[in-house]
């Protein structure tokens, strides 16, 4: 289940609030696009809260967002491998 909070000091409060409750979490995630944080309740399901900032519009213009793949730099050495695993969307 994922949910979403403005930005890094919101995400940092949650974070704190977490911990607070005695919950493990990974803490704070940097996924290039927004950052995270996961943790799992008691019957495991997996949680995420990951902030609005940056925004997918990090790389690219809102104007052609979404037209071609985008990936963050850490995934860029392996474009040739997600591309080829890509199914055309009909």
Do not use: C
């Not at 019957?43 to 071609?68: K, R, Y």
């Amino acid at each position: 289940m994922a949910f979403r909070t403005p930005d890094q000091d919101s995400l940092r409060q949650w974070i704190a609030r977490v911990t607070r409750a005695g919950i493990r979490s990974s803490g704070e995630v940097e996924r290039y696009y927004f950052t995270s944080l996961y943790f799992r309740e008691p019957n495991g399901i997996l949680f995420e809260i990951a902030t609005d900032v940056p925004g997918f519009a990090a790389d690219e213009p809102m104007e052609t967002l979404g037209e071609s793949l985008a990936l963050p730099p850490f995934l860029e050495p392996r474009r040739a491998s997600i591309e080829a695993n890509l199914k055309p969307l009909v």
